[in-house]
């Protein structure tokens, strides 16, 4: 059902061009607010391989989530916090609300002379986009930039049709083409220029009346280098053309910004009006509408009223109406309030993950800076140990009732150890404590046999392996299951149960019993470690360099052309030398003969395991 229901969502709801772009066989996602693509991004729960098998691409693996954080935590993260933007007034309520700091509106450096006009209405979206063409060239011929700002690709694919149809002069930039971006943006401003785009382009940017020398130069003179006096010569020509230029602009009414349609975000159209009139320059904005457009259709007037307007239209018939323009504002401001309620609501979900984030972080921090993590180790095998035999002997029982099968078997299974239980069940004054007891010793004394196999640096590296290997897998497997569990915690509500704090139950739940986890897995991984030191049977045939002189340039034999003098030298034959495993070098059973005839490094030949270095090669302590 749920490959039913993704397969389903691809199909109907995720378009190409709007969500999602297909480039070099691959689904990348787009920014539904920047229209940029998010190269690198997938969407989860099998929804992108289900949008990969709609458009019959390769379907990728899905991603497994290591880490995780919102921007809002992430950013709380920082002891103080601040920016700035053109446009954060719309949303001064939620940083106080997320963040508690406030927004401070700062008056700009010059009056602002930009002009916005009032909405236009049309029927439907042809109509519309056939009157932005007809204005376009209107403004274009009168020598004025104009930036078209569009929602989607698609829509901007469109729009670049009709301009085609009107006969205008354009540069189409969206994410198909957002390597272009700087170079199409600098030439924005240039006498009748048309530059239709999606929401990426330009923001916060100044967009250069006149035209922008550096690229001018790259497009007119690519062959001049920069610095060298006929460059210099050039830029001044082009220089004095950009002022002229920016005059007849200025004189034409400075930047057209014309919106094709309402964003669901106030703050995005004020963004896209923002790029006009900057710096004091004059500057003109307006937005056109159609009945067609997304959020007249959802959240706008009931549809009664739009299908009076409808009927009432003429085809190509512009209506400009306050209320209609209120109308979008109050649609905005819901859509504003929706989305904020979302943001806040992820927000608290992740407030749960995030203390058991803190907890996880901090402890693999310790782990990696420690000098020892014996403590740590002996500490999980303690509550290992705690588990196994509290399980089998439940408190305030007999022995009678204790299940000592089941315990034998978790004792060998995690602890790797047989250990005579039956024995310890014949005794009289036997009880879990003592139980307990027994087993915790037998457990240290088989973990510290082992330990005896390494030497300390070697032995804590493979505790601090162990560790982190099981912490990061446990926390992997964690951060699943309460994605998981976040998508289905809602349906707790129809049982008249608060949704936030079943998650947090849930998750509390879970996170124990993944520590619990990670300490058996630790205890039984290290319980279960063999460590073996043989030498390797197969070694490779090395050249002779005693006998063979190789040219250092050349890395050939070069033996035939030495000269003799120095052939008697490098010549030299001595008696070859053979690799002896240390099991069959005669060295004799006397300890105090092995002294130079045994690798400090090799495995003792008293056969304790240890290197030699350790055990008998171990150098005296001097008298005190």
């Not at 995780?68 to 103080?80: E, H």
């Amino acid at each position: 059902v749920h490959h039913l229901n993704q397969a389903l969502r691809a199909n109907m709801m995720f378009k190409a061009d709007t969500d999602y772009i297909v480039k070099d066989g691959k689904v990348i996602i787009i920014d539904e607010f920047t229209g940029r693509m998010m190269d690198g991004r997938r969407w989860s729960d099998g929804l992108h391989q289900a949008v990969e098998a709609k458009e019959g691409v390769t379907i990728e693996p899905e991603n497994q989530t290591m880490a995780s954080i919102t921007f809002q935590n992430y950013f709380r993260m920082y002891p103080k916090i601040g920016g700035m933007t053109g446009t954060a007034a719309t949303e001064a309520a939620e940083f106080y609300d997320i963040y508690k700091i406030n927004v401070v509106s700062i008056p700009t450096n010059v009056p602002v002379q930009r002009i916005d006009e009032e909405d236009e209405f049309y029927k439907d979206t042809a109509d519309k986009f056939r009157a932005i063409a007809k204005k376009i060239r209107e403004h274009a011929e009168l020598g004025q930039p104009v930036l078209v700002g569009t929602v989607s690709i698609e829509k901007s694919e469109l729009l670049s049709e009709f301009l085609v149809q009107e006969g205008v002069d354009h540069k189409v930039l969206n994410a198909r083409f957002h390597e272009m971006e700087a170079h199409i943006v600098a030439q924005a401003g240039r006498r009748s220029a048309v530059t239709i785009a999606t929401n990426m382009a330009g923001r916060g940017t100044d967009i250069q009346l006149g035209g922008n020398l550096e690229f001018r130069m790259l497009d007119e003179h690519p062959e001049l280098v920069a610095g060298t006096p006929e460059y210099d010569a050039q830029a001044v020509v082009i220089t004095q053309e950009i002022v002229d230029e920016k005059a007849a602009v200025l004189a034409a009414g400075g930047l057209f910004v014309l919106g094709t349609e309402r964003h669901e975000s106030r703050r995005i159209d004020n963004q896209l009006r923002g790029r006009s009139g900057r710096q004091g320059d004059p500057g003109l904005s307006r937005f056109y509408l159609s009945l067609d457009d997304d959020l007249l259709r959802i959240f706008g007037p009931d549809t009664m009223f739009a299908r009076m307007m409808r009927s009432n239209m003429e085809d190509g018939e512009a209506i400009g109406s306050k209320w209609l323009t209120k109308a979008i504002e109050t649609a905005q401001k819901k859509v504003e309030a929706r989305n904020y309620d979302i943001r806040k609501q992820v927000v608290e979900y992740d407030d749960v993950m995030n203390d058991q984030r803190k907890v996880i972080y901090e402890q693999r921090a310790d782990i990696m800076d420690a000098e020892t993590v014996g403590d740590m180790v002996e500490d999980m095998r303690a509550e290992t140990v705690n588990i196994v035999v509290g399980d089998a002997c439940p408190p305030n029982s007999y022995p009678e009732q204790w299940d000592v099968p089941g315990m034998k078997t978790r004792a060998q299974e995690v602890l790797n150890l047989d250990l005579p239980l039956e024995e310890w069940m014949n005794e009289d004054a036997i009880d879990p404590e003592i139980v307990q007891e027994r087993v915790q010793a037998a457990a240290d004394a088989a973990i510290a046999d082992k330990a005896t196999q390494l030497d300390p640096e070697t032995w804590v590296q493979v505790e601090k392996s162990i560790l982190l290997q099981h912490l990061d897998h446990h926390w992997k497997e964690h951060l699943a299951t309460l994605d998981a569990l976040r998508q289905v915690v809602h349906l707790r509500a129809y049982a008249q149960k608060t949704p936030i704090n079943e998650y947090k139950q849930e998750a509390f739940s879970l996170f124990q019993r993944m520590l619990d986890n990670i300490r058996e897995d630790v205890t039984k991984t290290i319980a279960h470690a063999n460590f073996q030191f043989e030498a390797p049977t197969d070694l490779p045939e090395l050249p002779d360099f005693i006998t063979t002189h190789f040219d250092p340039f050349t890395g050939e034999d070069n033996s035939n052309d030495v000269d003799a003098g120095t052939r008697g030298f490098v010549t030299t034959q001595l008696p070859p030398l053979q690799y002896v495993r240390p099991e069959e070098q005669d060295i004799g059973e006397d300890p105090a003969e092995w002294e130079g005839r045994v690798n400090r490094n090799a495995p003792c030949p008293c056969g304790s395991g240890r290197k030699y270095k350790h055990c008998h090669g171990a150098v005296a302590a001097p008298a005190g």
